[in-house]
């Protein structure tokens, strides 16, 4: 496998989380949900990892020298809150030029470093990890053609009536060769309900260009690996189904 560098988007203001605090740094069970996820990364042993923040760079270091050791984490700040598409066009000088890159979310605090492992160590260029959910509410749609092959992302604000009918669900996280993402992501555009660039705009760019994409599916068991806190209720729901 290419040499592997994690990036982990904790950038987000969380405004519907009602704090003044950071989203990824709500307590979980005690830690922050933004620890949880660096501790579970550094098990894959990647060659970087990456921590995207926003205006709140100086109080998440802050708060993670709380917690844990942080010489081995490169700090991205991401000046303006454009969306995870420019998100990730500010960590692209960090990138090597053969390398896979590993794209989750701070706000997972129960992903597993198994399930990462799955898309991670996959042997594709382009992977995106996917799971189907009964209530797929709040989540961006995968759209899958006739021939079971990922053709779109559709964020739930730009869905159509039929298209949130949709219960396969895209978790936000993906493993993408650095080659595509310095090629692909300063071509997405912000032309959507959010006027936000959506990494999830690089799908339709690589297929238009017949680039294979993987999808690699949870087991619906596994489902809760991937479920995203927005609220102080989820935080506090998913705190109570991991009792």
């Known amino acids: 496998m290419d040499s592997l560098t994690v990036t982990i988007l904790a950038a987000g203001q969380g405004k519907r989380m009602q704090s003044n605090l950071p ?25 970087k990892i990456i921590v995207v923040t926003g205006k709140f760079h100086d109080i998440i270091k802050a708060c993670l020298l709380k917690y844990i050791r942080i010489g ?35 706000d997972m605090p129960l992903m597993n470093v198994g399930a990462l492992r799955k898309i991670a160590e996959h042997d594709s260029d382009v992977s ?14 995968a759209i899958i053609n006739k021939r079971g092959d990922l053709v779109e992302i559709i964020e739930e ?12 669900i895209n978790t936000g996280i993906y493993c993408i060769h650095s080659l ?5 992501i300063p071509k997405i555009n912000n032309e959507n309900t ?50």
Do not use: W
């Open 194 to 243: 959010q006027q936000e660039y959506y990494l999830t705009d690089i799908i339709k760019l690589l297929k238009n260009r017949f680039i294979q994409i993987n999808t690699i599916q949870l087991d619906t068991n596994e489902n809760f690996y991937v479920s995203g806190v927005n609220t102080r209720e989820e935080l506090i729901e998913l705190e109570n189904y991991a009792s």
């Open 72 to 106: 081995d984490l490169t700090f991205v700040q991401q000046p303006e809150p454009k969306g995870t598409g420019h998100a990730i066009l500010c960590c692209l000088p960090e990138y090597k030029d053969n390398e896979k890159v590993l794209i989750v979310n701070g």
């Open 157 to 168: 604000k730009d869905c159509s009536e039929s298209e949130k009918l949709i219960n396969i």
């Open 23 to 47: 989203k990824v740094l709500h307590l979980f069970k005690g830690k922050p949900m933004l620890v949880r996820i660096i501790e579970t990364v550094r098990q894959l042993k990647p060659f």
């Open 128 to 141: 995106v990890l996917t799971a189907s959910f009964e209530n797929p509410t709040g989540y961006g749609r």
């Open 180 to 184: 595509y993402l310095n090629e692909f």
